[in-house]
């Protein structure tokens, strides 16, 4: 695809700072080429900070994949297509070197799916979201954060956006540019705080472990159905009819790579199992349904309530039983007492009681009981800087603020 008229190479005013505190006004470019992206990470390889996001479509599409790529240094911003640069050569083994520092914000999806679709993993970065966190801040969205740190209003038009469509308007790319070409002035500003109030080795360490992210194997959809909301209202024939429904709507959304609900809805593919259609009238008179969709997809639905409907009964799904933990008073009192410990750890620290120690955590602690701090770092989910900025206190309550 030629460079769209829609969106030419052209600049566009922009707030941006430099090392030195400089304000400079970034270029925008548009890449479609592999010869354009091999000129790109030439030029912008050399920069110590960038600001990097991509842009999926898993609302409108089945299949996770990056449809744009944007990267921004201090004075210049390129949004690139992946589809016309296919497999984005060259970036992989930037991102796994250590001489630039990847700012994202809330970079967790975009990591995993740089993983999953190219094998890309990033050896440094900062994530402004996770900054914001630690710094208390009222809101952590990258909107808010740029309104209150810049001024800057974003356009929300563009959140839900079909990102796998082409040509994509100006107004489109001029929004994905905006979710990076301010990052590495976010990102001074909020290392800065950071630095200020000593939580910077914090963000440091969670930015750390963020880079080590894997893409999470879906269940199979052969238990993923136990899962729908309204299941266990249906008997054990009925589930056998969900399961079917629920692998057929799996295997033409990954058909036609269209999202999941675009093909039918949860409620509906309850609905079906437990009216059980056998004819294309009870089929069109489910809500959720539709004349359009039961004449379209109707053979293909009401197949699939008849390969649950001869199921043989020894073969039906059935919930499993959850499994009973033996109570365990002692482990419940160290909990609570870390709960109540926390709390006030939190109110002192000006951050939410989960950020400051997940629950998770303070069960870890309560089954290892660890004696002091070596055991205590080696104790599952716990950071370095835990054990370094209240470890002592942490020990100190889970064994009653005794010292026993």
Not at 152 to 164: E, G, H, I, L, N
Not at 173 to 182: F, G, P, R, S
Not at 365 to 390: E, H, I, M
């Amino acid at each position: 695809m030629a460079a769209s008229p829609e969106f030419p190479t052209r600049d566009h005013p922009v707030l941006a700072t430099t090392s030195s505190g400089r304000v400079t006004e970034p270029s925008v470019e548009l890449v479609e080429s592999r010869e354009s992206f091999a000129r790109l990470i030439h030029r912008l390889g050399v920069e110590a900070i960038i600001g990097i996001d991509t842009e999926a479509a898993s609302f409108h599409r089945y299949h996770d994949r990056v449809y744009l790529l944007q990267l921004s240094s201090r004075d210049h911003t390129a949004v690139v297509d992946p589809i016309l640069v296919p497999g984005l050569p060259g970036l992989g083994d930037w991102l796994r070197a250590d001489a630039t520092e990847f700012v994202f914000h809330d970079g967790d999806y975009d990591m995993r799916l740089l993983r999953h679709e190219f094998g890309f993993r990033v050896a440094r970065l900062f994530d402004t979201r996770i900054a914001a966190q630690f710094l208390g801040e009222p809101g952590i969205g990258l909107a808010a954060l740029l309104e209150k740190h810049f001024g800057v209003s974003t356009d929300k038009r563009f959140q839900r956006a079909d990102w796998s469509l082409r040509p994509l308007s100006m107004a489109m790319l001029e929004y994905a540019a905006t979710d990076t070409k301010y990052l590495p002035a976010l990102r001074d500003v909020l290392r800065g705080e950071l630095e200020h109030i000593g939580r910077l080795a914090w963000v440091e360490e969670e930015c750390e472990l963020l880079t080590a992210v894997e893409w999470a194997p879906e269940e199979p959809p052969a238990r993923a159905f136990l899962r729908l909301k309204g299941a266990r209202a249906l008997d054990r024939r009925g589930l056998a009819i969900l399961r079917e429904l629920f692998v057929w709507r799996e295997e033409t959304a990954a058909r036609l790579d269209r999202a999941l609900f675009r093909v039918m809805s949860n409620e509906t593919l309850v609905a079906i199992a437990g009216s059980r259609p056998r004819s294309p009238d009870a089929l069109d008179r489910i809500r959720g349904v539709g004349r359009d969709t039961a004449g379209r997809r109707g053979g293909e639905l009401l197949a699939a309530v008849e390969r649950g409907l001869v199921v043989p009964d020894s073969e039906l799904p059935r919930f499993e039983r959850p499994i009973r933990f033996k109570p365990d008073p002692e482990f419940e009192t160290v909990v609570a007492r870390l709960k109540a410990w926390r709390t006030g750890l939190a109110e002192q620290l000006k951050l939410p009681p989960g950020l400051v120690a997940p629950n998770a955590l303070l069960e870890s602690v309560a089954r290892q009981r660890p004696v002091d701090l070596d055991q205590l770092a080696a104790t599952s989910g716990v950071r370095r800087w835990q054990v370094t900025t209240f470890g002592a206190e942490l020990l100190k309550a889970a064994r009653g603020g005794d010292g026993a």
